[in-house]
């Protein structure tokens, strides 16, 4: 049940909107050009390139449409590890180029698309730990691996979705921009989509000028099965941060990027709002929003929630919980579910 929500703009707002406008022309009339060879820092490695790559493997969705948004779709050889459709702008573009592999790919799948380079969106893909491949494996074949900076802040040595040392922040996809825009030689179209998502940030919070009362809220991603607790997103990582922007508490208190926590737990925090994530993937059957939506309807317990009671359910793509260009549109859809709700106040329209 998607809803309709009301978009309100400030004068604030748009102030907002057009100083990042000032700073996108600005910044593209001055960007510089890479000097090769460049030697980039990521996930505690020094990375080299002695030209921009003509290949480019990505693994994770985000890394994928990051590329793209910088205009580099041609450069693209093969994609892996997808949640959804790309957005309509690069729809035809994606359709051109190879999946290695819907989900997770294998270490050969990419070799074999002879990449000069290969972007990854989680280290528990490629990493320490990674279940395609370490960085050694890749580094032997002199093929460099860039990892996204927002997971390259957890602790990913154990496998799995790592445990965050402190908050997300959003300048970590900032920084992940402008690392691939010096790397390709497109600084400019880099600087103009950083000073685009950060119109975007400041708008999405200026919506809101305050809340009636303490709102809290939970994030579910998925359950491997609807008997077992579901995974939901930690107190640090990009779905937290998306809550504190807009003053809301994650009820969750856990260091671990998506634990799994009980519904009775859930219920003793008696969260304001249930966030479902939505996704294409149908790994585990509550993959499915709406399979989460029955479910939260017709348990003995999860049906009691006055945010299930009162359908505080927005239904939110999952690729804004993980840290992404796509985490904005969390903070922009949680901004105006919150204003549709009742559950905060929208600024004053001029």
């Not at 040392?165 to 950083?194: N, R, S, T």
Request: glycine content about 6%; proline content about 5%; charged content about 20%.
């Amino acid at each position: 049940m998607h809803a309709n929500f009301t978009s309100f703009t400030s004068k604030k707002t748009l102030l907002i909107i057009a100083g990042a406008t000032l700073l996108l022309n600005s910044s593209v009339a001055s960007a510089a050009k890479t000097e090769y060879p460049l030697t980039i820092k990521n996930c505690g490695r020094d990375i080299t390139f002695n030209q921009a790559p003509k290949r480019v493997a990505t693994v994770g969705q985000n890394s994928t449409e990051i590329l793209y948004s910088l205009g580099l779709a041609d450069r693209v050889v093969g994609t892996s590890l997808w949640f959804g459709p790309v957005p309509d702008a690069y729809k035809a573009a994606n359709e051109k180029v190879d999946v290695i592999a819907q989900n997770i790919p294998s270490f050969e799948g990419i070799i074999a698309k002879k990449p000069e380079l290969v972007a990854s969106q989680f280290e528990w893909q490629i990493g320490p730990a990674g279940t395609v491949a370490s960085y050694e494996q890749f580094s032997e074949l002199n093929v460099p691996v860039y990892t996204a900076p927002a997971d390259c802040a957890k602790d990913n040595e154990d496998g799995g979705d790592g445990v965050r040392k402190g908050m997300f922040d959003i300048a970590m996809v900032y920084q992940e921009v402008a690392d691939l825009a010096k790397i390709f030689d497109v600084q400019d179209k880099g600087d103009a989509l950083i000073a685009s998502l950060k119109a975007r940030e400041a708008a999405a919070i200026n919506k809101i000028s305050g809340m009636d009362k303490n709102v809290s809220a939970v994030f579910w991603f998925s359950s491997a099965d609807l008997q077992l607790d579901p995974y939901v997103a930690g107190k640090f990582g990009p779905a937290a941060w998306i809550a504190q922007k807009l003053g809301v508490k994650n009820v969750i208190d856990s260091a671990e990027e998506w634990p799994t926590v009980g519904w009775e737990t859930i219920a003793k925090a008696n969260p304001s709002v249930i966030v479902l994530g939505e996704m294409s993937r149908r790994r585990f059957p509550a993959d499915d929003w709406q399979v989460k939506m029955d479910y939260l309807k017709s348990d003995p317990v999860a049906k009691l929630l006055p945010a299930v009671k009162e359908n505080h359910l927005p239904v939110i793509d999952v690729q804004t919980m993980n840290a992404g260009i796509r985490t904005i549109d969390g903070l922009e859809k949680l901004a105006d579910a919150l204003v549709e709700y009742g559950l905060a106040h929208p600024q004053a329209s001029h």
